[in-house]
């Protein structure tokens, strides 16, 4: 089915360690199939700089009760390798900017930054991987069939300045957008830009698209901005701690 209006973006605005975006991940899956959608990705950088977090025991405790809200909305699996190894491996460092930058590198690639993103999300919540570790990101781009070579190379011209100008960058979207946190998306179509309320998607892919399809095919922006909603991972900006993952 075609869209007889200008070019229409999914903005998403996420971080690779967030919970939520994880619980969103099917949504995005399912906008992904829809014919002349584009996902544009924000990596708005949750976990980077002073924001950098290690695993503690309080962290473990903390996610927990998030993970488990996350699995019974969504369905989303949680692999015990992530509970009993990961959430135990004690000083491994979660930082948010690696992963960005393997999301960059593959969708400068061959536009599949959001394959890479999930896959991401898979390692860290079902496999229980380090994803900000090298060794990890590149065995995830194998998986991904990426060329060893041209994806390290591009790894390595992305990271560091790239990938901070592109946090700052995703952060501007997130408050253009009124986004407090992530996930936040909205729907931009001929132009307008309207924020969309994740949380009474998820769980329920096939109404979610439907709901886009028919913005789509009418070419009209979502009428309701965003509403409040805690599921959502708290973006900690000048110091400030995320309020959850």
Same mark, same amino acid.
């Given at each position: @089915?075609?869209?007889?209006?200008?070019?229409?973006?999914?903005? !998403?605005?996420?971080?690779?360690?967030?919970?939520?975006?994880?619980?969103?991940?099917?949504?995005? %899956?399912?906008?992904?199939?829809?014919?002349?959608?584009?996902?544009?990705?924000?990596?708005?950088? @949750? @976990?980077?700089?002073?924001?950098?977090?290690?695993?503690?025991?309080?962290?473990?405790? !903390?996610?927990?009760?998030? $993970?488990?809200?996350?699995?019974?909305?969504?369905?989303?699996?949680?692999?015990?390798?992530?509970?009993? =190894?990961?959430?135990? $491996?004690?000083?491994?460092?979660?930082?948010?900017?690696?992963?960005?930058?393997?999301?960059?590198?593959?969708?400068?690639?061959?536009?599949?930054?959001?394959?890479?993103?999930?896959?991401?999300?898979?390692?860290?919540?079902?496999?229980? %991987?380090?994803?900000?570790?090298?060794?990890?990101?590149?065995?995830?781009?194998? $998986?991904?069939?990426?060329?060893?070579?041209?994806?390290?190379?591009?790894? $390595?011209?992305?990271?560091?300045?790239?990938?901070?100008?592109?946090?700052?960058?995703?952060?501007?979207?997130? =408050?253009?957008?009124?986004?407090?946190?992530?996930?936040?998306?909205?729907?931009?179509?001929?132009? %307008?830009?309207?924020?969309? #309320?994740?949380?009474?998607?998820?769980? %329920?892919?096939?109404?979610?698209?439907?709901?886009?399809?028919?913005?789509?095919?009418?070419?009209?922006?979502?009428?309701?901005?965003?509403?409040?909603?805690?599921?959502?991972?708290?973006?900690?900006? #000048?110091?400030?701690?995320?309020?959850?993952?």
């Amino acid at each position: @089915m075609g869209i007889d209006t200008p070019t229409a973006i999914l903005h !998403y605005v996420y971080d690779p360690l967030c919970g939520w975006c994880y619980a969103a991940a099917p949504l995005l %899956r399912a906008a992904h199939e829809l014919p002349g959608l584009h996902i544009a990705l924000h990596g708005g950088g @949750m @976990m980077t700089g002073a924001n950098r977090r290690t695993i503690t025991p309080e962290w473990r405790e !903390y996610v927990i009760p998030h $993970d488990k809200r996350i699995a019974q909305l969504t369905g989303q699996p949680f692999g015990l390798h992530y509970f009993d =190894h990961l959430l135990n $491996d004690l000083g491994a460092v979660m930082d948010s900017a690696p992963p960005t930058t393997a999301v960059l590198a593959t969708e400068s690639l061959d536009g599949r930054g959001l394959d890479m993103l999930h896959r991401l999300q898979k390692a860290h919540y079902v496999e229980g %991987r380090r994803i900000a570790e090298r060794a990890v990101i590149d065995s995830l781009a194998a $998986d991904l069939h990426l060329p060893e070579d041209t994806f390290g190379a591009t790894f $390595d011209a992305l990271a560091g300045d790239h990938t901070e100008a592109h946090i700052a960058q995703s952060r501007a979207w997130l =408050h253009r957008l009124g986004g407090q946190g992530f996930p936040t998306l909205a729907l931009e179509i001929g132009g %307008r830009i309207t924020a969309l #309320d994740i949380g009474v998607w998820l769980g %329920r892919e096939q109404p979610w698209a439907q709901h886009l399809q028919g913005h789509l095919t009418q070419g009209l922006p979502v009428a309701s901005p965003a509403a409040a909603t805690d599921a959502a991972c708290a973006l900690g900006i #000048d110091g400030a701690k995320p309020l959850a993952c």
